[in-house]
């Protein structure tokens, strides 16, 4: 379903992510962007970037498996942070629920986020089968 491309003529990646990847697969879904607002009380969690960071890919990870998905399917990520400075923090968290075979990945800093949120996740994910 997808191939990890590494060139040996391009930046080694110097985190958990992938130079590329190629992939041929049936179904193809671009998650919108995540925060880490707890479903259950509508409101940021608490905890700073650390449980921000947790709370959104838990998002991330419902989200997927309303079609049986898990964080396996994703193939590119792209995060936002309000302060470059917690890349490090949430490079951490990130390693910890996406394993080998890392998904291309894009982080920057932005100005502000939605809610005062401190990360932002978006994310595309594909696979050959879909639950309904």
Same mark, same amino acid.
């Not at 040996?8 to 190629?22: D, E, M």
């Not at 179904?27 to 479903?39: A, C, F, K």
């Given at each position: 379903?997808?191939?990890?491309?590494?060139?040996?003529?391009?930046?080694?990646?110097?985190?958990?992510?992938?130079?590329?990847?190629?992939?041929?697969?049936?179904?193809?879904?671009?998650?919108?962007?995540?925060?880490?607002?707890?479903?259950?009380?509508?409101?940021?969690?608490?905890?700073?970037?650390?449980?921000?960071?947790?709370?959104?890919?838990?998002?991330?990870?419902?989200?997927?498996s309303e079609v049986g998905w898990? +964080?396996?399917n994703v193939v590119k990520v792209?995060?936002? !942070?309000?302060? *470059?400075?917690?890349?490090? =923090?949430?490079? &951490? #968290?990130?390693?910890k629920h996406f394993t080998e075979?890392?998904?291309?990945?894009?982080? +920057?800093?932005?100005?502000?986020?939605?809610?005062?949120? !401190?990360?932002? *996740?978006?994310?595309?994910? =594909?696979?050959? &089968? #879909?639950?309904?």
């Amino acid at each position: 379903m997808k191939t990890i491309i590494s060139s040996p003529l391009a930046p080694k990646a110097v985190g958990p992510y992938s130079q590329a990847i190629l992939f041929n697969s049936k179904y193809q879904m671009e998650l919108s962007g995540q925060i880490g607002v707890n479903p259950s009380t509508g409101k940021l969690a608490e905890g700073g970037i650390e449980a921000e960071t947790e709370q959104t890919l838990a998002n991330i990870k419902n989200v997927l498996s309303e079609v049986g998905w898990t +964080l396996k399917n994703v193939v590119k990520v792209r995060v936002f !942070l309000a302060d *470059i400075k917690d890349y490090g =923090v949430v490079n &951490e #968290i990130y390693a910890k629920h996406f394993t080998e075979e890392y998904p291309a990945r894009v982080a +920057l800093a932005v100005k502000q986020l939605p809610i005062g949120a !401190l990360i932002e *996740i978006e994310c595309t994910a =594909v696979g050959d &089968e #879909i639950k309904k």
